[in-house]
């Protein structure tokens, strides 16, 4: 793979000289170019304001019967069309969605006579293009050794990168120049990642964050992952080619095709505002409509859980202490620390309904967490067995009676084949127990061996537990899949993922730094939802045993990152007794939404902080969340957005006298005033603090 | 691997100092040997009669964690007992079983402080050994990266091999000494087989017919395989040692496994007459009886097939020529050719009826065979779709009302994962139709993709099938599997497999040699019945276009592989018209049963000749089938096996004047005789002939 890709690299550094005129597509700022030079190499580049974002680059495959299917092409048709809609999506940071860009197509033959399409879209705030294998006979199933797929920088630009690892997307972001990338250090240290499978030590994940060195922000990224694997970016630490990696199967194949055909697309978001790209719905808008109607079982909501308390290690996922440790009826026996039982449950529930919580979850509640994890193991839960202390009907009724919904677990221990072979039994068991949303895992080496989480098997893997889901009418958080690329659009019960360092790595490892929260929006939110669990109000002295954990932020931070961080499903995730030490506080949690028909970026700047103002969907509430990183922070907010005339009660839940992630982190202040179109706030955020606001439309 | 398996061999090259006497079992000329050299390695040897059958050779494994897993054990403890008992199979060759053994267990522990067992048990005609893992604390989920099992032989004997090939039994069988085997002539000449995995030119399958030169029949096999890949043979060529090579995953791991667990049997089977080994139930004894009780719906029975017309190119699996090819209603254009359409299959039932055949096959039933070969396609079938001109409510109807059983058809296309998708949908729908029983098929190349046919993954796999089956009471008739090894006793839904090359080479290729037959109980069928499909009666001129191609052999020795390739489970296999064109001959096929209380070996020599004589379950009748290689063979047999004192009605088809497998296939003669116990058969044989007989009691 390697030696190939440095063969493309070298191809392309020599001087590019055009067999064709350039041809042309342009929205506002951004250009695209394409044109074929005089080897028959498709070629495009990308403009902004007139700058070089993206110098002509590559394009194309090696095929397993065509090895150089990335030159040798002649144009034979160009289509263009210009499309400008709005859509409603079923849940999101915003009701209504513009949909507008210019299209080019180029028909393109092979010297083998075969054909391929690039269609190219130009949006206000970026570039998409996919590859599609129109219909023909000499191209009919195929094999993909390696897409080609080039984006030549216009210079040594600063990065927030994880490694292109093809099992985990769980990673701390490392700031670096492109020059100074190097995966080996960070995937050595990251330990406390289950699986981790890195071959190139220049490979980073996408979305990949850039900032040039004259203030464009720049996102590389892909919209519409189906059938196909993940896009990891090569990086060439001299010529800044950023070469696309495909992740692999067993044969190191990426992808296996069957004509009429496409690949996912391939985005380059820019702008001259950071805020811009986290306000950017391009990637949305590149992923098809669902094509189901009746969609209003989906519903957004927060929840808690019975799982931080496993987390911190207060109490266990499994029921007894060894897989083998049985008595004489060959029952297991207990460890007499098992969270998932139904008293507690019970607990979980009084407090959702006490609090208008939509949802309670359950981890551990099913047998085979004695030896699930790092074992190999196939056959490691059926996902329909309670352990003896889960009382599964009880546990249903008490929740129906209570006006709460239970969100099942599915962990699978990457254990997909054994998954697939309990689908179907598996969600007639929660349609049986009225279950509406799952939590799916993949904590785990995968099974089939060979594969990877983030192949092409796997791709195809998690759309078919969508699709099982959109049969059932189950909402799905998928832990450990990929990155998400916008699918939420075509299945609107794709509710978040996590594919990224959430706020367990608090609970369990050393932890994630203070900008951890001001980079997940500018690289993995970027193709959707995150299940980040924010809200710990106990940020200290929770973790048994461990004196020195803390979680790196204060609290009301953790208040903000309930608007910072979108999601429809968003975790209360600390203990129900910690928020109940803190009613004040918990009261912004209480109010928050998870469904907006409005979001203002209001300032964003990747890696140092974000604010983002968002009103509630069919209120005329907003809420505010504002963030920083290891650095204090003061800002003054315009409140411009609000409706004009009127008055509004603002709660402002900021970080207390003398708090800061490090030492003082729970200290916070509550103040409330009144606030309306012409107010200005000013806003003082500590190192690793925040600021959330509620906004609340006084009644005239 | 390779390199590993060197090492072995250079340790045990070295001469053998025992530092423990050696444990012996014995059972009648058979004996084993147990001891441990000082360098703790545990060694193993068999005799018979006193002579060296396997000389002392090496056991035990590199595993992941200790890669000398097969030295530093010491002895602390032994275990003996004798089991002399009999036990009545489903179906099979003879109505009791004698199960007789002495056992030896070694209790061993390694350096590294695991436990290791081994337990061998003797039988009169051969060895059975299995390592069993015990439950311990140091040794729960482990990785084998080879098992080291060796088998010392005595000399270069003659072999009847095919190669080592992780995909594939359907090969032709060499006969050479072992000193001569190379397997890499043999798989590149074999472009008649779909997937061939070969990476060891000195690799053979098992079961694995040798011939000493003093005149010992040995047979080297397993027993038992479950969750553990099949076992192939390294063959070194100088010092004659076979060295155990299992077959990889994607990691080039061999098996995963959970303490307490055991490994298949390994079998050496050894006698002085090659007509015992035939009648060896060793393989069968060393598998475990059912768990399941009320198994009568598992009957044994003769069909007829919409198939051998597909394999001869008459007519087609597939609908339509081209998977695109559709009218401007998206549905497939017909292409006039498809074999499984209602009308022709209502053809075959009326054909069964009528004939007392029990059961009707139909392949190319359910869509998607435009495309399913070649294309490595994952959702390749569904399993439940008819092609339109198949209407499965009316011919279920048609059948039921004639009284014959209708035989479903599931081919994977080798895509296991989408087949365990549907496999409870698939299953559901034979039960809504009444199919009691399957031929599933796996031809092509295994997804999960770096998985083999022969692999750990899918020896689950086709254990998987055969549990749905006992679930459902439906049959199975796996094509494409690994070779068996006994399973049949456990799951006796196991009717019968492919796992060799079939009597369908001669439909597609160059065929089988005139000796196949003769090889195949020494090799193939020692685990189980073949679904051979014998019974073709148009030897030549059947295949449009290819007027070369015939039968290697005479229609009497296709009447005869009824009796000599025992199976629960046989085909009918020519076309209706071909047998209504000979009806007396078809009367044997009508005669012959295929369950029997009584099986006799009569003489056979492995890649010569083979005479059998079978009583009928629950009957007097005797039925014999007798077999010769290219060689023109006479033999008299002694029908002293019938009852004394009584008189029967023989009827002898026998070759026609003039008769060879060559160019003159079709000639056959019948005559009828009055015989008793004293009676002496002479019979002669033609080149690629054969004689069969129903000896049918005559009341008195």
Redesign the interface.
Known sequence: MMKLVIVLLVLLYSVVSYATPPLEISREKVKLQFFIDEQGRPLYAVLFNGRDVVKPSAMGFILETDTGFYKNFSLINVERKVVDETWKPVWGECSTIRNNYEQLTVHLKHGSGKLLDIVFRVFADGVGFRYEFP?QSGL??F?VKEECSQFKLAGNHKAFWIPGDFDSNEYAYTHSLLSEVNNTPVVRAATDIAVRTVTDSLAVQTPLMLKTADGLYLNIHEAALLNYPAMQLHVDKKEFVLSSNLVP???N?KA?L?APTHTPWRTILVSDKAADLLGSKTILNLNEPPTEQGLSWIKPMKFVGVWWEMQTGKSTWNYSDYA?SVNTDGQLIPNGRHGANTANVKRYIDFAATNKIGGVLVEGWDRGWE?WF?????NVFDFVTPYPDFNVKEITEYARSKGVTMIMHHETSGSA?NY??Q???AFRFMQQFGYPAVKTGYVGRIV????HHDGQ?MV?HYE?VLQQGMRYHVMVDAHEPPRPTGLQRTYPNFMACEAARGNEYHAFSNGNAPDHETILPFTRLMGGPMDYTPGIFKLTGYAPGMPDRSVHSTLAKQLALYVTLYSPVEMVADLPENYEAKPDAFQFIKDVPVDWDTTRILEAEPGDYITIARKGKGTNNWFIGAITDENARSTTLLLNFLDKGKKYKATLYEDGAGANWKTNPAAYSIRTITVDSTTKLKLALVAGGGTAISIMQIDQ
Chains 1, 2 share one sequence.
């Open positions: 219909r009919i199933y094999v199967d067993a044969y194949n296996y069957h083998d030896d790092g074992n190999w193991k196939e084949t697939e072979r689908l179907d039994t089939p061996r060979g594969e098997w195809n078919r």
